[in-house]
């Protein structure tokens, strides 16, 4: 069995796999947070929001974000055109695994400081 029939029977039998690579990409997790942050943006706003990011990339990235149902896109006909960016509700409750997530990490982080002190 080759290794890319391994990982997709992981992320089809494993449900923290099958998250963890909703959310893995560069720019994933800097849109996810800042939507957080502000709740609605243009995107604009959000491309400012996101030192580094290029138009591709964010046009790529929210794409992706949204076919996962994490953001949600609500584009306004009018002249200029305008689009908003939000949290689903499935992208809020991301936002709380998330921040227990960070939890660890700063845990981990703080007990790694204190190993190498002593």
């Known amino acids: 069995?080759?290794?890319?029939?391994?990982?997709?029977?992981?992320?089809?039998n494993c449900?923290?796999?099958y998250a963890l690579n909703i959310i893995d990409g560069k720019w994933r997790l800097p849109i996810i947070w800042a939507?957080?942050?502000n709740k609605?943006?243009?995107?604009?706003?959000?491309?400012?929001d996101i030192d580094g990011i290029?138009?591709?990339m964010?046009?790529?990235?929210?794409k992706e974000l949204e076919s996962y149902g994490i953001i949600d896109r609500k584009?306004?006909?009018?002249?200029?055109?305008?689009?908003?960016?939000?949290l689903t509700e499935s992208g809020q409750d991301l936002i709380v695994a998330l921040?227990?997530?960070?939890?660890?990490?700063?845990?981990?982080?703080?007990?790694?400081?204190l190993s190498d002190m002593g």
Do not use: F, H
């Open 15 to 17: 449900p923290l796999a």
């Open 99 to 113: 921040k227990e997530l960070a939890n660890w990490g700063k845990n981990m982080q703080s007990n790694d400081k």
């Open 40 to 48: 609605i943006m243009r995107y604009n706003e959000l491309k400012r």
């Open 1 to 12: 069995m080759n290794s890319k029939k391994v990982y997709k029977s992981c992320l089809d």
């Open 75 to 86: 584009q306004y006909m009018e002249i200029p055109p305008r689009v908003e960016y939000s």
């Open 58 to 62: 964010l046009t790529q990235t929210s």
């Open 54 to 56: 290029t138009n591709m």
């Open 35 to 37: 939507l957080n942050k």
